[in-house]
């Protein structure tokens, strides 16, 4: 069974930093593209960063040049190193992967959500 598992949330002071990892476990073809979302209270999730199979990368305007988003093929993993991190990044943070699972058929997973809160 496919699952995508995250960690490295908590708490942090405003300015500091935070690294976010996810991990894909079971069986898998192929990672295609990967990206890490946000859903803060009262809003509906939205795109923070993501990562192509090819290393492209795309960044929300309001996270642009305080985050970097980085994978690693072998290791099935997709990382997300946040800094100067303020208050209004507290939310809870996604990480989603569209696999494939073999020569026919490619999924779009979840994983579970980490907390970030950015508070002193």
């Known amino acids: 069974q496919v699952q995508l598992a995250e960690s490295g949330g908590g708490l942090v002071q405003p300015g500091g930093s935070l690294r976010l990892s996810c991990v894909v476990s079971?069986?898998?073809?192929?990672?295609?593209?990967m990206g890490w979302y946000r859903r803060t209270p009262g809003n509906q999730r939205e795109l923070v960063a993501e990562?192509?199979?090819?290393?492209?990368?795309t960044y929300a305007d309001f996270v642009k040049g305080r985050f970097t988003i980085s994978r690693d093929n072998a290791k099935k993993t997709v990382d997300l190193h946040m800094d100067s991190l303020k208050p209004e990044d507290t939310a809870v943070y996604y990480c989603?992967?569209?696999?494939?699972?073999?020569?026919?058929?490619?999924?779009?997973?979840w994983g579970q959500g980490t907390q970030v809160t950015v508070s002193s």
């Open positions: 989603n992967a569209n696999l494939r699972l073999n020569r026919f058929a490619m999924k779009d997973y």
């Open positions: 079971g069986p898998i073809f192929k990672m295609h593209d």
């Open positions: 990562i192509s199979d090819g290393g492209g990368t």
